[in-house]
């Protein structure tokens, strides 16, 4: 069974930057796309990064790029996001999920629905 377990959430100062990991375990890591999710209270969940199955090819929404960034460690079954200049409308639930189908090696989708296993998520506040 594939389980996904984030961790590095906690409350930060605003301007300040944060690291998300997600540890996947259960299945051929390279087998499978990743993407990072986040709810706020209220909001629908929505999606904030992906990266592909090889590491390489990665996406954002345009409101997020150039604070965001994902990568991965194929060698440790690792996926972070990065998240600069954070500010208080970035808090909420972090969620990673992984993309089983197959397809391009390097591509990757936002869009939530594609998405079969999901972690637990790790909190993320933004506050002074």
């Known amino acids: 069974q594939l389980q996904l377990v984030e961790s590095g959430g906690g409350l930060v100062q605003p301007g300040g930057s944060l690291t998300l990991s997600c540890v996947v375990s259960?299945?051929?890591?390279?087998?499978?796309?990743i993407g990072w999710f986040r709810q706020a209270p209220g909001k629908d969940r929505e999606g904030v990064a992906c990266?592909?199955?090889?590491?390489?090819?990665?996406d954002y929404p345009d409101s997020l790029k150039g604070r965001f960034t994902v990568s991965r460690d194929n060698a440790k079954n690792t996926v972070t996001l990065q998240i600069y200049n954070l500010d208080p409308s970035d808090t909420g639930r972090y969620y990673c999920?992984?993309?089983?189908?197959?397809?391009?090696?390097?591509?990757?989708?936002?869009?939530?629905?594609?998405?079969?296993?999901w972690g637990q998520g790790t909190q993320v506040t933004v506050a002074s």
């Open positions: 999920a992984a993309d089983l189908r197959k397809g391009l090696i390097r591509y990757c989708t936002n869009r939530e629905r594609v998405y079969s296993y």
């Open positions: 990266v592909s199955r090889d590491g390489v090819g990665t």
């Open positions: 259960g299945h051929t890591f390279g087998d499978y796309a």
